[in-house]
């Protein structure tokens, strides 16, 4: 079996809504193996983005660990935090966040201007990012003249750029239309069979999460197995009518009970 390369025990992140304390993330274990491609799911406003960020030393848990390649990142004071997190994480977000003056080239480079590794090497590691997924014609152009598809392709290019042990994506085919959705998730697949990234992806998307050779749901600040997960709630519209009449009128029983 391969090795294990990120752990995180009890996890527990707390925020604060108003009067109420709420914890997103509460009592998560997580073991991802190395080479693994995870697919997340569940409803919005769990906890997904929140333990996203927790496993890529994003954010620091309020309680629990995590460790990537063996290294706790709890323990990382802030910038030693943003070097591990530089070189051994790369995240794709449902927006690209590409830096609209750069090119695509440019925009790829970003990570590694932090490497100690000669101009030519660098440019060999960009060049060979963007030949991964699809765009070494396009490296010239800045993001204003790419597609949606092209644009989330550069920025999954520049999360691999550094060759990083763990690809973090949080709804990465959010913000595109189905079919360049698709192959977006393709170019997942892709870079899990053939590349050998660990992935751990967050999708709203059953066919998409279904792809992943491990699928898990989010549910009440823990990950289960998506076998699991609750049923989708599918009222007919009738029985939702019914039952807010009740809401509006209680029963006979309970009244003189
Ligand atoms: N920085 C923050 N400050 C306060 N509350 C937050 C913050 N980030 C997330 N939350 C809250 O934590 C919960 C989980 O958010 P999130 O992880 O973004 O969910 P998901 O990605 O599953 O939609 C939500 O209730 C959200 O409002
Ligand atoms: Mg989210």
């Known amino acids: ?35 693994e491609l995870i697919s997340i799911r569940g409803p919005s406003g769990s906890g997904k983005s929140t333990l996203l960020h927790l496993l890529g030393g994003l954010d620091r848990p309020d309680e629990g660990s995590v460790s990537v ?26 927006v690209f966040h590409l830096i609209p003056v750069l090119t695509a080239f440019e925009n790829v480079e970003i990570p590694l201007r932090l490497f100690p590794i000669p101009p030519a090497r660098r440019r060999e590691q960009v060049e060979l990012a963007l030949k991964l997924v699809g765009l070494s014609d396009r490296m010239k152009h800045r993001p204003n003249e790419l597609s949606g598809g092209q644009q989330q392709r550069v920025a999954i290019a520049r999360a691999i750029a550094t060759d990083p042990k ?27 069979d053939q590349q050998k990234k660990t992935i751990v992806m967050v999708t709203h998307d059953l066919a998409k999460a279904a792809l992943a050779e491990r699928q898990l749901y989010f549910h009440q600040g823990k990950v289960i197995d998506a076998k699991d997960a609750p049923a989708p709630r599918q009222r007919a519209p009738r029985q939702r009518a019914a039952e807010s009449a009740d809401i509006l009128s209680p029963g006979e029983g309970e009244a003189s009970a």
């Open 69 to 94: 390649g063996g290294v706790e990142l709890t323990r990382l004071k802030e910038a030693e935090l943003c070097k591990f997190r530089n070189e051994n994480v790369g995240f794709v977000f449902q």
């Open 166 to 192: 763990l690809l973090l994506a949080d709804e990465p085919t959010g913000d595109l239309d189905e079919r360049t959705g698709e192959e977006i998730m393709d170019l997942f697949l892709a870079l899990h």
């Open 1 to 35: 079996m391969a090795e294990l390369l990120t752990v995180a025990r009890g996890l527990v992140k707390r925020y604060r809504k108003g009067s109420e304390d709420i914890r997103p993330v509460n009592g998560l274990d997580l073991e991802v193996r190395e080479g």
